[in-house]
């Protein structure tokens, strides 16, 4: 079956530290792959996409993912984390032949002071 | 410009009731997406309006739910009977247009709705 699975529910790192969020993504043909954050009380912001190209995408925050075609995962990352960056997480892919986004079911960041 | 509206922001409402949600996309953008958010879970695809057509609503979880878009720019998402069940965010995407390119789809902030 076609899934997105994030398999950390709730990360929980210092300030500074670098930041590893985990992606897998089961589907036939390489999907489009996107990060989304959601802050308390906020939308839904794209972080970052991966459509095709280049498989390590810069996005917005400082946030960057890779994508491993081998390991059906696109991982998010950061090097040095920032309070503000507490949200939760989202990794989401659109299949090729569709529009709509498939969502994981999220991974919780929380920021150790 | 301004992004994406949904009215209410907060429903509640009782068990058995019908309820309506808005959702005011982008100007010009075509293409309007609503999802559901349950507490703790990502949010999952109801429905995809092409223009005024519904070009996908294979996501829509039974037949108590409906959504138009009658002049191809609002939308509106209809609940009848509520169930406890439907309490959720229901959140609000456009995008410019769609086919055989993806195009970013833009959020709404959501409408919780809270089903008592």
């Known amino acids: 079956a076609q899934s997105v699975t994030q398999p950390d529910i709730h990360i929980t790192v210092s300030e500074g530290a670098s930041l590893e969020l985990r992606c897998n993504y089961s589907?036939?043909?390489?999907?489009?792959l996107f990060w989304y954050v959601q802050s308390p009380g906020q939308g839904l912001q794209l972080l970052l996409k991966?459509?095709?190209?280049?498989?390590l995408v810069q996005g917005i925050k400082g946030f960057e993912a890779e994508f491993k075609r081998s390991q059906s995962s696109f991982n998010l990352r950061k090097p040095s984390v920032h309070w503000s960056d507490a949200a939760e997480y989202f990794c989401?892919?659109?299949?090729?032949?569709?529009?709509?986004?498939?969502f994981g079911s999220g991974t919780r960041l929380s920021i150790r002071p | 410009g301004a992004g994406v509206s949904q009215t209410p922001s907060n429903k509640v409402t009782e068990k058995g009731k019908y309820v309506e949600l808005r959702c005011d996309p982008i100007?010009?953008?075509?293409?309007l997406y609503w999802y559901r958010q349950s507490l703790g879970q990502g949010p999952e695809f109801l429905i995809y309006?092409?223009?005024?057509?519904?070009?996908?609503d294979s996501g829509l979880p039974n037949d108590r739910f409906f959504a138009v878009r009658p002049e191809g720019s609002v939308s509106t998402l209809k609940i009848q009977r509520t169930e406890r069940g439907d309490s959720a965010v229901y959140l609000c995407?456009?995008?410019?247009?769609?086919?055989?390119?993806?195009?970013?789809?833009?959020f709404g902030p959501g409408t919780r709705l809270t089903v008592l």
């Open positions: 995407a456009s995008s410019p247009q769609s086919g055989t390119d993806y195009n970013e789809q833009f």
């Open positions: 589907y036939g043909a390489t999907p489009y």
């Open positions: 991966y459509f095709s190209g280049d498989t």
């Open positions: 989401a892919v659109v299949p090729t032949s569709a529009s709509k986004i498939i």
């Open positions: 100007s010009g953008h075509t293409a």
């Open positions: 309006f092409q223009g005024t057509g519904a070009a996908d």
